[in-house]
């Protein structure tokens, strides 16, 4: 089945600076990649996802990348605001089925 | 609109017993997807629901049973109940598919297993 890594686990970075995670997957058949951000005690909501058939996308300071050829795909926030600490997870699907990554903390320090 | 909502909120129960968690979705989401969340696996799905139907189901034995009603409301049910089923459990609700349309989710249900 599908298997997907998510790096780092914790990352901490300065107000205003950039953050980048990246996901590994590892069902070449997976065609949809959300991504989601868990503040603490709240519920994931989806900031932005992509789809097999397009490269990269971008939504404001949020970008997501993706590589077919290496299953990988990348979340980046730029210009990071102390709003945006929280847990991000990215996911992985084919059919209805998600797979999870195991999360990244981040923390944005002012 | 209102968003989706878990009943009960908090729960707790002993090994052996069952449980039944209750997922009302947004009004006019067909789709129910349940997950569980714990420090240790992370999100992981346990199935979705589509029109009274199970559409599709992740990797948890079959203990772990759901169903869904004429009214897009869902329920979970674990039987015989064991320590490590003990988690947060979210269930979420899109108008056609999490694939198509986006998720929205509830606050979960606290199970502790004691």
């Known amino acids: 089945g599908e298997n997907v890594e998510q790096h780092p686990s914790t990352l901490s970075v300065q107000e205003g600076d950039s953050a980048v995670i990246k996901c590994t997957y590892s069902?070449?058949?997976?065609?949809?990649f959300p991504w989601y951000k868990q503040e603490l005690g709240k519920r994931p909501q989806l900031i932005i996802d992509?789809?097999?058939?397009?490269g990269e996308k971008k939504d404001q300071r949020i970008a997501v990348t993706l590589n077919k050829t290496a299953k990988h795909f990348s979340l980046h926030i730029t210009e990071t605001q102390p709003e945006d600490s929280a847990v991000y997870f990215c996911?992985?699907?084919?059919?209805?089925?998600?797979?999870f990554g195991p999360g990244t903390r981040l923390s944005v320090l002012p | 609109k209102a968003g989706v909502t878990q009943t009960p909120r908090y729960l707790i129960k002993t090994r052996g017993q069952q449980v039944t968690l209750s997922c009302s979705p947004i009004?006019?989401?067909?789709?129910v997807s349940w997950y569980q969340q714990t420090p240790g696996q992370g999100l992981q799905f346990l199935f979705e629901?589509?029109?009274?139907?199970?559409?599709n189901k992740g990797n948890f034995p079959g203990r772990f049973s759901g169903r869904q009603f004429s009214n897009s409301r869902s329920e979970m049910n674990v039987s015989t109940l064991e320590l490590g089923d003990s988690a947060l459990y979210l269930c979420?609700?899109?108008?056609?598919?999490?694939?198509?349309?986006?998720?929205?989710f509830g606050p979960g249900t606290r199970l502790t297993v004691l």
């Open positions: 979420a609700s899109s108008l056609e598919s999490p694939k198509v349309n986006e998720q929205f």
């Open positions: 069902d070449s058949a997976s065609n949809y």
């Open positions: 992509i789809r097999s058939n397009v």
């Open positions: 996911a992985a699907s084919r059919g209805q089925n998600f797979v």
């Open positions: 009004s006019g989401h067909r789709s």
């Open positions: 629901y589509f029109s009274e139907t199970q559409r």
